[in-house]
């Protein structure tokens, strides 16, 4: 079955610096690839998404680029501020799955002062 | 994006006891899902809420431990039954609307289970 794997499962940045986290994925049908962000105590929450008949998607300091050919995807967060600290999960899904999400592990991402 | 909440937002149960988590959604969605997330990891399905119809459970997941309701397009509930420390997570549920595979969550309930 399909499988995403996500690293590094804990990222420390300095403020103000760039954040990459990178998932691959193994099923080639995927099509839909959304991140989410998980602050402690809440639920995640949908921070960006992609589909594959795009190669990068951006929204202000946040962007996601896909390569489809070696099956990954990654998340860059620009100009990091301490509000990004959080929880970060990448999923993988196909048409026919019934909107079904294959979840990574998910990173922990620190930013320091 | 609709806006989701949860009852309740976390509980103390003692074992052997059932915990019924309610999901109401402020609009019609097509699909809801229920998540388990362990303390520390990743998200895992346990079943999709069908409306007028039996949920569909993932592998590993009983109906009987996990019996779930949707009586309407807004509205679901998760019954955690027998309950053991095992149990003890957080209960997510999720929406899609609108032929998207876009899924958004509620605030999670915590459950602690001594």
């Known amino acids: 079955g399909e499988n995403v794997e996500q690293h590094p499962s804990t990222l420390s940045v300095q403020e103000g610096d760039s954040a990459v986290i990178k998932c691959t994925y193994s099923?080639?049908?995927?099509?839909?690839f959304p991140w989410y962000k998980q602050e402690l105590g809440k639920g995640p929450q949908l921070i960006i998404d992609i589909r594959s008949n795009v190669g990068e998607k951006k929204d202000q300091r946040i962007a996601v680029t896909l390569n489809k050919t070696a099956k990954h995807f990654s998340l860059h967060i620009t100009e990091t501020q301490p509000e990004d600290s959080a929880v970060y999960f990448c999923a993988a899904s196909k048409v026919d799955s019934n909107y079904q999400l294959i979840w990574g592990a998910g990173t922990k991402l620190i930013i320091k002062p | 994006s609709a806006v989701i909440s949860q009852k309740p937002s976390r509980d103390i149960c003692q074992r052997g006891t059932s915990l019924t988590i309610q999901c109401q959604v402020d609009s019609q969605v097509t699909m809801m899902f229920w998540y388990r997330q362990q303390p520390g990891q990743s998200l895992t399905l346990i079943a999709t809420?069908?409306?007028?119809?039996?949920?569909?459970?993932e592998s590993g997941f009983v109906i009987d431990k996990f019996p779930i309701s949707r009586p309407n397009l807004t509205f679901s509930t998760l019954t955690v039954s027998n309950m053991s420390p095992e149990d003890s997570s957080i209960y997510l549920c999720?929406?899609?609307?609108?032929?998207?595979?876009?899924?958004?969550f509620g605030p999670g309930t915590r459950l602690l289970v001594l």
């Open positions: 999720s929406v899609a609307t609108g032929g998207s595979e876009t899924q958004y």
């Open positions: 099923d080639s049908a995927s099509n839909y």
């Open positions: 809420a069908n409306q007028g119809s039996e949920a569909t459970y």
